[in-house]
């Protein structure tokens, strides 16, 4: 279908890009890949008055070292991101997540902040974010502010971002020792969203657990930490039994919704699934 | 003139058989064709429609004003003001004499029953111009209650699709083989039989989806009219716009310029081709209007959507004794053009390959307050074999017998053909054992059956089950007689001409519309084998009423072998005109001419030929022709098929099914067809592959559905879920080739058949894998929450939430077209 009318601003700059913002009106819509929001304008479901396009920011795209993080900037392009030697170093866990957005083509336009930014609880990157303690570097009016990952995603497509703010960059804390990682999705059709997947990245020690971290993708209107399961492995022997156990958990505290693909109670079940296989595989099990 | 010396020694290799890549695709897939969107008129006007967000309802006002005034727009339609004129889309199969037919004005008048349906048009300078006002229509409904569910529509006292009728059912079609003389009396039967089988199968509602949405295009001239359309039927369309608008057929010619994809879904004539020629004549200026694809998953016709009860009676020792089918077919709120001989056409195929001695058909057509449902792909004939399939299963568990065993026990043997079965038909020929067994090898039967032995044992988590479909189909619909006794309202004749050009080269115009099946490849192998030409000197005309001016169009399996077969008799004619030529060229008698390799020559007279370019020329130039010849070897022909054709096939799966999450993997997959003899088989390899995809589809993806106001919540491809090549296997495929003695190709038909048998052999997969855990049947698509489920829960996985996935930013049909009300968001929370 054809969208509504709407204003287009094609900055530059991050600077540009805010002031685009600002002047935009009353509704105003970042564009960074265009995969979501382009869909949802030509349904009509968003007639925004304006719509502000980041692709011409050369400022937001790329990876750089940061010491004990890496920073990913917010339009560099998912394709761009998992075949990054830093991402793949630093942080395999989101080059894994990544490898599974969509489909080439959508992984060749579509960008790690515009995915993060959207926080479709469906959509694979937040809980991998969120797992991995990600901060997020906004720019407004204001000058720029960091929020860390549990603060971002506030509720279903609905982030800390202020309005006039702009997400430019995500900081992604290397993490060192012995991680094992891995992303468990779950679809019906390869380019689909998950209809559940668990984001894992464990710790080895002296054939124990040390340390677990788990996202849980679509499994509310936000992604979710698995702090129970990171609990009851943290410290635990690494065993098949250990790790199915405390899988179990991996439900809690979770609100999944119900659909086509699966109901609540299903989507918990499968959780609990998820969490043990990604964790199994995680731990080199 | 002179004869040619230096013909090769070597005859050119044959055309037939040969796997030519398809002469159109290159035109098809780099886009240098026009499509229907393509086209620019000068002074074209575009149109959007207004649609129904509620399922069932009296329209009390219509607001056009603002539409009206919003800047580009010319006009605003509604179906008051078109009244008069509209009339009633067709339908042309009346299958009983006391058939319900409600009427289906294109644009709602006084009521809407679906959600979706037209209620007023924009005309609008540009297209944007005319979708930005179809928000400004105001139009008040009063509600009516929604008829969404079939069993419950046919229940005493239900709530009604359309008030102005007395009940939901429109047909009770019957076939009793008792009755017809076809076989013994199928209540006695069953009363004698020692074990009987009673299953409830679904056959849910699902959505062609063809690549190219449709569109329209409609130029007047005068009193006269174009319309391009993406059609598969530019012929009926046009016998039916005339009769439908009353414009005259003589002034009306249709094209079906190069279709991307139909599946049946463009065997139709649509409210839009209707509406489209109104505003045209109305307004004097060419129109233009093309669908979305949310507006085309929600407003082009469905397909399937039957509950069919199927009850199967044997002996202990396995021998079938009798078949019972009773089938409710949803028909959607209206009945379009073929909607009721869908499940009529499945009469004729829930036998299968096998000697049932009764059988009993019944079919109640159903009304509800969904979009309409028509020919998708097989139309009838897999919703039979899947009720068959999926029955012979369920009885070889019921008497502990190898299901392979069971079907051989009673099938048709190979020495029997024709075979004329319990349900009338006579089937032509075949070998269900020979394919049979070369499936079995394909797919490495015995080692998968050790594996499955080897994981059930092991309580492996993934299970791996195997299933087995066979198949035949009526193909290359359809000897006109037949069709007059099912009364049917045209015949199933096909239609070819061919034009021999001065300088040699070959026009074949064809009255079978393509789509994108490779008509013009195909044709032209046939015919240069025929006439002897080579290859690349022979064009295939198509789709346009005024070069192409009679035919049948395409659909169930018809156009090679209903097709193809007028266009090798029209070569055939050709072949004799050109003879008479030749020999009085050279000063011989006809008798003593031999053709061979497209060169007439004089037996035992070396080196007096004539090639049947060069008769193409003397003819043209007429200077010197036989007496009383007139000037012309070009030929028409006209084929009606005797009868059906019959292709068969064996189909193998291999699933795996992972218990712990219900997911579903095929593993590996087989097929033997037997499609007779084969003119391309790049072609049909690919035809093959597609029916299959789609097939496959109905198992484990595909499903249309609405939600409990009557929205239809799959209205975007995130939750119509149509397979890529990523989701499915390899494809290991095989043939055996039994001629059709019907026509003079001896080819059966291809275009449905993977799509016909891999439903049941997929299920049947599935269901294998776990029937030991206790499962007894598992509802299509077999989604992972539904073998989930049926795992965990017992039943059949149940019915799935309503809510579109939340996935694109939440945008389902719930939002963007219906009406929701607290019970349309059952399930869903967002």
Redesign the interface.
């Given at each position: 279908m054809i969208p509504a009318s709407f204003g287009y601003a094609r900055p530059s700059t991050v600077e540009q890009a805010v002031q685009a913002l600002a002047e935009g009106g009353d509704d105003v819509k970042v564009m960074a890949g265009g995969q979501s929001l382009i869909p949802v304008m030509r349904l009509r479901l968003a007639a925004p008055e304006t719509v502000v396009d980041l692709s011409q920011v050369a400022e937001l795209r790329g990876v750089r070292d940061d010491g004990d993080a890496i920073v990913i900037g917010a339009m560099t392009t998912h394709h761009d991101v998992l075949t990054d030697p830093l991402v793949r170093q630093f942080a395999p866990l989101v080059a894994e997540a990544t490898e599974t957005v969509a489909d080439r083509q959508t992984r060749a336009r579509g960008t790690f902040g515009g995915a993060l930014a959207h926080a479709d609880p469906a959509g694979d990157l937040p809980a991998v974010a969120l797992a991995l303690d990600a901060e997020f570097v906004l720019a407004g009016p204001g000058g720029r502010r960091t929020v860390p990952a549990a603060g971002f995603f506030v509720d279903y497509l609905t982030t800390a971002l202020e309005e006039g703010e702009l997400l430019v960059e995500i900081r992604i804390p290397k993490l060192s020792g012995e991680w094992g990682v891995r992303y468990e999705k779950f679809n019906r059709v390869a380019q689909a969203w998950s209809i559940v997947a668990v984001a894992a990245a464990v710790r080895r020690e002296d054939g124990h657990i040390a340390e677990a971290r788990i996202g849980l993708t679509n499994m509310g209107p936000t992604p979710l930490r698995a702090s129970a399961v990171e609990a009851a492995l943290a410290g635990a022997e690494a065993s098949p039994e250990t790790i199915a156990a405390a899988a179990r958990a991996a439900a809690e505290g979770t609100s999944p919704t119900s659909d086509l693909n699966a109901q609540a109670d299903y989507r918990q079940h499968l959780a609990q699934v998820l969490t043990r296989r990604a964790v199994t595989a995680a731990a080199g099990m | 003139m002179t004869a040619v010396e230096d013909r090769p020694a070597q005859a050119p290799e044959r055309e037939v058989g040969k796997a030519r890549r398809r002469k159109e695709d290159a035109r098809l897939i780099t886009g240098a064709t026009t499509w229907t969107d393509n086209m620019v008129l000068p002074g074209m006007l575009h149109l959007a429609v207004v649609r129904s967000p509620v399922a069932h309802g009296k329209i009390t006002a219509i607001d056009v004003s603002a539409a009206q005034e919003a800047p580009g727009v010319v006009a605003v339609l509604t179906g008051r003001d078109v009244a008069d004129e509209q009339g009633s889309l067709p339908c042309a199969w009346p299958v009983t004499p006391d058939m319900v037919n409600p009427g289906h004005p294109s644009i709602a008048v006084d009521e809407v029953n679906h959600v979706g349906e037209a209620v007023a048009v924009i005309v609008a300078r540009s297209?944007?111009a005319a979708?930005?006002a179809v928000?400004l229509v105001d139009v008040d409904y009063d509600l009516l209650p929604a008829v969404l569910d079939m069993e419950a529509a046919v229940a005493e006292g239900a709530r009604l699709t359309h008030d102005h009728l007395e009940s939901n059912r429109s047909f009770h079609f019957v076939f009793d083989g008792g009755e017809a003389g076809t076989g013994s009396d199928t209540e006695q039967a069953f009363a004698d039989a020692e074990v009987v089988v009673s299953r409830r199968f679904v056959q849910q509602r699902l959505i062609p989806a063809f690549m190219e949405p449709r569109s329209v295009v409609v130029q007047p001239q005068g009193d006269n009219y174009t319309m391009w359309s993406a059609t598969q039927v530019p012929h009926i369309l046009r016998v039916m716009l005339a009769m439908v608008t009353g414009v005259p057929e003589h002034k009306l010619r249709v094209v079906a310029p190069d279709v991307g994809g139909g599946f049946g879904g463009k065997l139709q004539v649509t409210p839009e081709e209707v509406i489209s020629l109104l505003v045209a004549r109305r307004l004097g200026k060419p129109v233009k209007w093309t669908e979305?694809r949310?507006?085309s998953l929600m407003t082009a016709h469905h397909g399937r959507d039957q509950i069919q009860y199927i009850d199967i009676a044997s002996d202990r020792e396995g021998n079938v004794k009798g078949l019972r089918c009773r089938i409710l077919a949803d028909m959607g709120a209206y009945l379009r053009l073929v909607s009721p001989g869908v499940p009529v056409l499945g009469a004729f195929m829930f036998n299968g390959i096998y000697k049932f001695p009764a059988y009993r058909f019944e079919c109640d057509g159903v009304f509800t307050n969904k979009v309409p449902t028509d020919a998708y792909r097989g139309a009838g004939r897999p919703e039979a074999t899947f009720a068959i399939e999926r029955i012979m299963d369920e009885l070889a568990v019921e008497l502990g017998m190898d299901p392979l065993e069971l079907r051989r026990r009673n099938w048709i043997k190979a020495e029997e053909f024709p075979f004329t079965t319990v349900a009338g038909m006579t089937y032509d020929s075949g070998d269900y054992e020979t394919a049979t067994q070369k499936a079995l090898e394909l797919i490495g039967y015995d080692e998968l059956r050790a594996e499955q032995q080897h994981r059930r044992e092991s309580g492996d988590p993934v299970q791996l089950g195997i299933g087995v479909s066979t198949f035949t189909e009526m193909c290359g619909l359809a000897p006109s007689r037949v069709l007059g006794s099912l009364s049917y309202g045209a015949g199933g004749w096909e239609q070819a001409s061919i034009r021999m050009l001065p300088t040699g080269k070959v026009e074949v115009v064809t009255g079978s519309t393509p789509h994108g099946q490779g008509h013009e490849t195909a044709w032209s192998q046939l015919v240069a084998d025929r006439l002897g030409v080579p290859f690349e000197d022979v064009e295939v005309l198509h789709g346009d009423t005024s070069v192409a001016p009679r035919g049948m169009d395409t659909y169930g399996s018809r156009s090679l072998v209903v097709g193809g077969a007028a266009v090798v008799q029209a070569a055939e004619k050709v072949v004799a005109k050109a003879r008479k030529v030749a020999a009085h060229l050279l000063e011989a008698s006809e008798e003593d001419l031999e053709f061979t390799n497209g060169a007439f020559s004089v037996r035992g007279t070396p080196g007096a030929q004539l090639a049947i370019q060069e008769i193409a020329l003397a003819t043209f130039a007429a200077h010197n022709l036989p007496d009383g010849m007139e000037p012309s070897i070009d030929a028409d022909a006209t084929f009606d098929p005797e009868n059906f054709s019959f292709p068969h096939g064996t189909h193998i799966c291999a699933m795996e099914v992972d218990t712990?999450?219900?997911?579903v993997r095929i593993r590996k997959y087989a097929c033997v067809d037997d499609v007779g003899t084969i003119v391309n088989p790049l072609i049909v390899e690919g035809q093959i592959h597609g029916g299959l995809a789609q097939g496959i589809a109905q198992a484990l993806?595909e499903e249309a559905?609405y939600d409990a106001d009557g929205n239809l919540?799959?209205g975007?491809f995130?939750?119509y879920?149509v397979?890529?090549a990523?989701?499915l296997p390899h494809f290991d495929t095989g043939n055996t080739v039994h001629e059709a003695p019907g026509n003079p190709i001896g080819a059966k038909g291809v275009g449905e058949a993977g799509t016909i048998a891999s439903t049941p052999a997929v299920v049947n997969a599935a269901l294998d894998a776990v029937r030991h855990l206790g499962v007894r049947d598992i509802r299509m698509p077999l989604?992972?929450?539904r073998v989930?489920?049926a795992l965990h829960d017992g039943g059949d996985g149940g019915d799935?939430?309503?809510?579109?996935?939340?996935?694109?930013?939440?945008?389902s049909t719930e939002?963007?077209t219906g009406v929701s009300t607290p019970a349309s968001s059952l399930?869903?929370?967002?």
């Amino acid at each position: 279908m054809i969208p509504a009318s709407f204003g287009y601003a094609r900055p530059s700059t991050v600077e540009q890009a805010v002031q685009a913002l600002a002047e935009g009106g009353d509704d105003v819509k970042v564009m960074a890949g265009g995969q979501s929001l382009i869909p949802v304008m030509r349904l009509r479901l968003a007639a925004p008055e304006t719509v502000v396009d980041l692709s011409q920011v050369a400022e937001l795209r790329g990876v750089r070292d940061d010491g004990d993080a890496i920073v990913i900037g917010a339009m560099t392009t998912h394709h761009d991101v998992l075949t990054d030697p830093l991402v793949r170093q630093f942080a395999p866990l989101v080059a894994e997540a990544t490898e599974t957005v969509a489909d080439r083509q959508t992984r060749a336009r579509g960008t790690f902040g515009g995915a993060l930014a959207h926080a479709d609880p469906a959509g694979d990157l937040p809980a991998v974010a969120l797992a991995l303690d990600a901060e997020f570097v906004l720019a407004g009016p204001g000058g720029r502010r960091t929020v860390p990952a549990a603060g971002f995603f506030v509720d279903y497509l609905t982030t800390a971002l202020e309005e006039g703010e702009l997400l430019v960059e995500i900081r992604i804390p290397k993490l060192s020792g012995e991680w094992g990682v891995r992303y468990e999705k779950f679809n019906r059709v390869a380019q689909a969203w998950s209809i559940v997947a668990v984001a894992a990245a464990v710790r080895r020690e002296d054939g124990h657990i040390a340390e677990a971290r788990i996202g849980l993708t679509n499994m509310g209107p936000t992604p979710l930490r698995a702090s129970a399961v990171e609990a009851a492995l943290a410290g635990a022997e690494a065993s098949p039994e250990t790790i199915a156990a405390a899988a179990r958990a991996a439900a809690e505290g979770t609100s999944p919704t119900s659909d086509l693909n699966a109901q609540a109670d299903y989507r918990q079940h499968l959780a609990q699934v998820l969490t043990r296989r990604a964790v199994t595989a995680a731990a080199g099990m | 003139m002179t004869a040619v010396e230096d013909r090769p020694a070597q005859a050119p290799e044959r055309e037939v058989g040969k796997a030519r890549r398809r002469k159109e695709d290159a035109r098809l897939i780099t886009g240098a064709t026009t499509w229907t969107d393509n086209m620019v008129l000068p002074g074209m006007l575009h149109l959007a429609v207004v649609r129904s967000p509620v399922a069932h309802g009296k329209i009390t006002a219509i607001d056009v004003s603002a539409a009206q005034e919003a800047p580009g727009v010319v006009a605003v339609l509604t179906g008051r003001d078109v009244a008069d004129e509209q009339g009633s889309l067709p339908c042309a199969w009346p299958v009983t004499p006391d058939m319900v037919n409600p009427g289906h004005p294109s644009i709602a008048v006084d009521e809407v029953n679906h959600v979706g349906e037209a209620v007023a048009v924009i005309v609008a300078r540009s297209k944007v111009a005319a979708q930005d006002a179809v928000e400004l229509v105001d139009v008040d409904y009063d509600l009516l209650p929604a008829v969404l569910d079939m069993e419950a529509a046919v229940a005493e006292g239900a709530r009604l699709t359309h008030d102005h009728l007395e009940s939901n059912r429109s047909f009770h079609f019957v076939f009793d083989g008792g009755e017809a003389g076809t076989g013994s009396d199928t209540e006695q039967a069953f009363a004698d039989a020692e074990v009987v089988v009673s299953r409830r199968f679904v056959q849910q509602r699902l959505i062609p989806a063809f690549m190219e949405p449709r569109s329209v295009v409609v130029q007047p001239q005068g009193d006269n009219y174009t319309m391009w359309s993406a059609t598969q039927v530019p012929h009926i369309l046009r016998v039916m716009l005339a009769m439908v608008t009353g414009v005259p057929e003589h002034k009306l010619r249709v094209v079906a310029p190069d279709v991307g994809g139909g599946f049946g879904g463009k065997l139709q004539v649509t409210p839009e081709e209707v509406i489209s020629l109104l505003v045209a004549r109305r307004l004097g200026k060419p129109v233009k209007w093309t669908e979305s694809r949310s507006e085309s998953l929600m407003t082009a016709h469905h397909g399937r959507d039957q509950i069919q009860y199927i009850d199967i009676a044997s002996d202990r020792e396995g021998n079938v004794k009798g078949l019972r089918c009773r089938i409710l077919a949803d028909m959607g709120a209206y009945l379009r053009l073929v909607s009721p001989g869908v499940p009529v056409l499945g009469a004729f195929m829930f036998n299968g390959i096998y000697k049932f001695p009764a059988y009993r058909f019944e079919c109640d057509g159903v009304f509800t307050n969904k979009v309409p449902t028509d020919a998708y792909r097989g139309a009838g004939r897999p919703e039979a074999t899947f009720a068959i399939e999926r029955i012979m299963d369920e009885l070889a568990v019921e008497l502990g017998m190898d299901p392979l065993e069971l079907r051989r026990r009673n099938w048709i043997k190979a020495e029997e053909f024709p075979f004329t079965t319990v349900a009338g038909m006579t089937y032509d020929s075949g070998d269900y054992e020979t394919a049979t067994q070369k499936a079995l090898e394909l797919i490495g039967y015995d080692e998968l059956r050790a594996e499955q032995q080897h994981r059930r044992e092991s309580g492996d988590p993934v299970q791996l089950g195997i299933g087995v479909s066979t198949f035949t189909e009526m193909c290359g619909l359809a000897p006109s007689r037949v069709l007059g006794s099912l009364s049917y309202g045209a015949g199933g004749w096909e239609q070819a001409s061919i034009r021999m050009l001065p300088t040699g080269k070959v026009e074949v115009v064809t009255g079978s519309t393509p789509h994108g099946q490779g008509h013009e490849t195909a044709w032209s192998q046939l015919v240069a084998d025929r006439l002897g030409v080579p290859f690349e000197d022979v064009e295939v005309l198509h789709g346009d009423t005024s070069v192409a001016p009679r035919g049948m169009d395409t659909y169930g399996s018809r156009s090679l072998v209903v097709g193809g077969a007028a266009v090798v008799q029209a070569a055939e004619k050709v072949v004799a005109k050109a003879r008479k030529v030749a020999a009085h060229l050279l000063e011989a008698s006809e008798e003593d001419l031999e053709f061979t390799n497209g060169a007439f020559s004089v037996r035992g007279t070396p080196g007096a030929q004539l090639a049947i370019q060069e008769i193409a020329l003397a003819t043209f130039a007429a200077h010197n022709l036989p007496d009383g010849m007139e000037p012309s070897i070009d030929a028409d022909a006209t084929f009606d098929p005797e009868n059906f054709s019959f292709p068969h096939g064996t189909h193998i799966c291999a699933m795996e099914v992972d218990t712990d999450t219900g997911a579903v993997r095929i593993r590996k997959y087989a097929c033997v067809d037997d499609v007779g003899t084969i003119v391309n088989p790049l072609i049909v390899e690919g035809q093959i592959h597609g029916g299959l995809a789609q097939g496959i589809a109905q198992a484990l993806f595909e499903e249309a559905v609405y939600d409990a106001d009557g929205n239809l919540t799959t209205g975007t491809f995130v939750d119509y879920l149509v397979p890529s090549a990523a989701d499915l296997p390899h494809f290991d495929t095989g043939n055996t080739v039994h001629e059709a003695p019907g026509n003079p190709i001896g080819a059966k038909g291809v275009g449905e058949a993977g799509t016909i048998a891999s439903t049941p052999a997929v299920v049947n997969a599935a269901l294998d894998a776990v029937r030991h855990l206790g499962v007894r049947d598992i509802r299509m698509p077999l989604t992972p929450e539904r073998v989930w489920r049926a795992l965990h829960d017992g039943g059949d996985g149940g019915d799935r939430a309503t809510a579109g996935s939340n996935a694109y930013g939440g945008a389902s049909t719930e939002s963007t077209t219906g009406v929701s009300t607290p019970a349309s968001s059952l399930g869903g929370d967002r």
